[in-house]
């Protein structure tokens, strides 16, 4: 095989699997994530059609993070040293083994770094390897099962968890936001202000957007929750779709309770060539790019994802093509506004509200966490094998619509030629000087977005963010919230008590 560019780095196995089909296929009713991270390897390393001597070729193993490292623990314990748990399992013996950071971006964001160290020749081949396993925590529990997935090292790993793995600060658990969907909920109501969109009118077209995406989960084998759910039913009551909070239904949210685990296999065109793999199994990383922006709380526009505005033209100007020029694209859809906000950062190109996700999304497909995108990836070398007369897009997604990482993938290599220049350096976009950190004020104010949970008998105290008298930004709490009312722009009292803003709507 004569190939222009040896060191352009290319995806050349792609596997996934779920606890269905391990316990369809080997019994296992209780899958570790160790029993599903070696499980799609294995798939991914069938998928390049030379297992036994790509397999002896894998210098490096990189295992996204764990939600049960990533600050919500379970009983059951898991691997002193994850990535060296699923090597052994698959029979690899990599020589270095990296353990990823917390936040849905990361499955991108460390290929991007990869495919230039591949280039570089630090490895002739490496594995991303990702996998959840909640749902068999929550049905042990429920069933009382006793489990055990400890297991001591017995060789040294590279952390890759940052100072910014962080999701939400105490400022803002303080005021109520104690969850994803009342922090994204808090992002999907300034979107709705900023488009000056009624309640019912944006419900509408969120139910809209997750109808499409509910069609495409029912094409995908491993699909946790597959179902053609209409926009009418995302809308009401039936099958368990009960409300959250104000914006959201249960169904409008991530499901974590899956048993998932996918991987993607790394290398250059030469060494593909060299093990025999047929050309048209290759995938070829065109570019890459990374941002992040400060916490919630320390923005001073929660209506639009900074992030997305930086890393998407990045991308697609190193890539040499425009959002038009697009064809698959995966975007991580923990929520509704994580979607719609892409749309945005991407001019909302002419396209169907289905072709913005590949797998159906993290309400249907189901929500592996910080190992999302890996599916995605999955998907999009698939598609692109199957029609790679387009590039495509992986947007994913980390924290509160705070830190972004974007590949474009095309079935081609790079007219000219691969270099790291592909992958623009990660942008870090500081806080504004005007916001104050954990800003607390005694005075008057207005509601600019809220998020308002909803529990089995009543509402909750509402969380609100605020605009000051100075014009500045600030978070605070609602504790008696009027019946069925738009909050955006009421005007509040505010008291600062107990290190909360305690609203107070004024009479």
Known sequence: MALADKKAPVLIGVGETSGRKLKQSQGLEWPSTVDLASAAIREALADSGAAEKLAASIGC????????????????????????????????NPATLLYGDVGGQSPQKHLNKLACQVHAGEYKAVILSSAENVGTVKRARRSGHQLD???????AMTDLKTDEDKMLTAYEWRQGIISMPMAYGIVENARRARLGMDRDSYAQSMAELWEAFAGVSLT???????????????????????RLNDPYRRWMVAQDA?????????????????????????IYLHSGA??????????????????????????????????????????YSCFPVAVSLAMDALGSPDRSLASYTLTGGLSFFGGPGNSYSAHGMVALVEALRKDGGKPGMISANGGVINKESVGIYA???VAGGWS???????????????????????????????????GKASRGAASVWLQDEQGLPAIGILPDTPEDTDLIGLAVDVTTADERNIAKLSG
Do not use: C
């Open 61 to 92: 193993l990189l295992s996204i993070r764990l939600f049960h490292d990533s600050g919500l623990p379970h009983d059951f314990g898991s691997p002193e040293n994850h990535p060296e748990a699923v090597a052994t399992a698959s029979g690899l």
């Open 420 to 454: 790291p220049e592909r992958i623009a350096a990660p942008v870090r976009i500081p806080k504004p000087d005007h916001v104050k950190p954990d800003h607390y004020f005694n005075g008057k104010a207005v509601i600019k977005s809220y998020a308002m949970p909803y």
């Open 220 to 242: 995908r084998e491993h699909a946790q929750f597959a179902r053609q759910w209409t926009a009418e039913e995302l809308l009401a009551d039936d099958h368990g779709n009960y």
């Open 411 to 413: 079935a081609q290599p």
């Open 290 to 331: 990374d941002a992040s922006v400060p916490l919630m709380s320390l923005q001073d526009d929660l209506s639009v994802s900074p992030a997305m505005q930086v890393a998407f033209p990045k991308a697609m100007d190193l890539a040499e093509i425009e959002a038009n020029d697009l064809g698959p694209i995966d975007i």
């Open 258 to 282: 899956v048993e998932l685990g996918a991987a993607v296999i790394l290398t250059t065109a030469g060494h593909a060539a060299d093990l025999g793999i047929a050309e048209d199994k290759m």
């Open 149 to 155: 997935w400890n297991q001591p090292a017995t060789r």
